[in-house]
């Protein structure tokens, strides 16, 4: 074969395989667009995790409202009525007596605890620790969500832009394509060159394939993020650029230590097993209680006649021996509090670890971002070089694709440097529980 009849081929096969890339039925995308605040809300309102924590404070203010209810007093009311027939045994005569046996009576009753060794006030302050507790675990739930969201939403957005990289890619191919296709008319390209060109092509193509799979599977777990059915289109936000920190190291790192969610409920644990040791050590002094009574009796059904007593009570109650319940019991609390107390410290280096950890993720991604940028100005000037050298026969065909696969992965490592900082800044923000 002579080597115009190889070039004609090789056209040929390059048209054919273009056409086919572009005849070939692409993934349908997304048409569900979304902003980041939409999906955050979302995926706020449909987390089962979320859901358990809004359970988990109403439990905590039950649990307060009954703490406040020991305060109050108990009332109760009862009634009753009966009928028996006119021929009855009467026990206390061991004859049958003849007449009405009707009778039917009412009563109210009520009772208070006057003392009970400072239990239910315990209890109360106890209750409220739970609820702050509870409270504070909410949000940093909260904050996890968010932070999850986040993940998927730029992670949608992250492999959408490697979709344009690797579209930029094919352009490139195409590009030095020509070129070879030029210098194959004046003779001077190769079949080397021809081949080196072709796969290029190849392999552009095959790479947009699967940013175009890999974005479809990302943005259908964002769809299902948000209880989406199908895949969803994240809308880019503004602001995504490197900005400081309004808070200084050390501030955020304070922040962290001292009134992060995970460490404001760790310390209102702890005050809650303080408060359980108390009750506990109430069982060793005595209670008081006082309790009042009203009845009414009558064998008619009628409140005109009948008879009525009322009553009061005053009751103290000490237990000299319980089988060393008690003695148990404020062992367990005794245990339960030490152990909330070493849950507390942990909490507390582990926010300061966690939120050191996400500052040096911003500030490597930053140095990361100004990096990756000037190696893709570096990258796109090389290549510019050699497609000069080798349109004038000095650069070879493996150089210039060499250079091409470089610009490509320089800007691979724009977007991914961008949205590591985005992601490491989400991260920080859910460590402190708060925006920066």
């Known amino acids: 074969m002579t080597h115009r009849r190889w070039i004609c081929t090789t056209r040929r096969g390059v048209a054919s395989l273009a056409v086919t890339g572009v005849l070939l039925p692409a993934p349908a995308l997304a048409q569900v667009t979304v902003t980041l605040e939409e999906a955050v809300e979302r995926s706020l309102e449909r987390s089962p995790a979320m859901a358990q924590q809004e359970q988990a404070v109403g439990n905590a203010l039950a649990s307060r409202r009954q703490a406040w209810g020991a305060f109050l007093p108990n009332l109760s009311a009862s009634s009753s009525g009966s009928l028996r027939s006119t021929s009855r045994f009467d026990a206390a005569t061991d004859r049958i007596v003849e007449g009405s046996a009707?009778?039917?009576?009412?009563?109210?009753?009520?009772?208070?605890?006057?003392?009970?060794?400072?239990?239910?006030?315990?209890?109360?302050?106890?209750?409220g620790a739970d609820v702050r507790a509870a409270e504070a675990r909410r949000v940093n739930q909260r904050h996890q969500v968010t932070l999850q969201t986040r993940n998927l939403f730029f992670a949608a957005l992250r492999q959408g832009d490697l979709l344009e990289v690797a579209q930029q890619r094919v352009a490139q191919a195409e590009e030095s394509l020509a070129?070879?296709?030029?210098?194959?008319?004046?003779?001077?390209?190769?079949?080397?060159?021809?081949?080196?060109?072709r796969l290029e092509m190849i392999n552009a193509q095959q790479a947009v394939l699967q940013a175009e799979t890999s974005m479809r599977a990302a943005r259908f777990a964002l769809g299902r993020q948000i209880g989406a059915s199908g895949p969803v289109e994240p809308v880019r936000p503004e602001g995504l650029e490197p900005s400081p920190l309004a808070l200084s190291d050390e501030?955020?790192?304070?922040?962290?230590?001292?009134?992060?969610?995970?460490?404001?409920?760790?310390?209102?644990?702890?005050?809650?097993a303080a408060v359980n040791?108390?009750?506990?050590?109430?069982?060793?002094?005595?209670?008081?209680?006082?309790?009042?009574?009203?009845?009414?009796?009558n064998q008619d059904l009628s409140l005109s006649s009948g008879t009525t007593s009322w009553s009061l009570s005053l009751r103290a109650s000490y237990?000299?021996?319980?089988?060393?319940?008690?003695?148990?019991?404020?062992?367990?609390?005794?245990?339960?509090?030490?152990?909330?107390r070493l849950q507390e410290d942990d909490a507390r280096l582990a926010a300061r670890e966690q939120a050191d950890?996400?500052?040096?993720?911003?500030?490597?991604?930053?140095?990361a971002i100004e990096i990756a940028q000037e190696a893709r100005t570096v990258a796109e000037e090389d290549l510019r070089v050699i497609r000069e050298r080798y349109r004038v026969g000095v650069a070879t065909i493996l150089e210039l694709v060499t250079s091409q696969i470089a610009v490509v992965q320089a800007s691979v490592n724009v977007v991914t440097a961008r949205y590591d900082y985005v992601l490491a800044r989400a991260q920080l923000e859910a460590v402190l529980g708060r925006e920066l």
Request: proline share 2%; hydrophobic share 45%; net charge negative.
């Open 251 to 272: 501030e955020i790192l304070a922040i962290a230590e001292a009134v992060s969610p995970t460490v404001v409920a760790a310390e209102e644990s702890t005050r809650a």
């Open 277 to 297: 040791v108390s009750v506990a050590r109430s069982a060793y002094l005595p209670s008081i209680s006082f309790s009042s009574g009203y009845s009414w009796a």
């Open 179 to 197: 070129m070879v296709r030029r210098s194959a008319q004046v003779g001077t390209a190769t079949v080397s060159d021809s081949l080196r060109a």
């Open 319 to 340: 237990p000299i021996f319980n089988g060393f319940t008690r003695e148990g019991s404020l062992d367990r609390a005794q245990f339960a509090q030490r152990l909330a």
């Open 357 to 367: 950890a996400a500052l040096q993720d911003v500030r490597t991604a930053e140095q």
């Open 102 to 127: 009707d009778s039917y009576s009412a009563g109210l009753s009520a009772s208070l605890t006057l003392f009970d060794g400072g239990r239910m006030f315990s209890e109360l302050s106890g209750t």
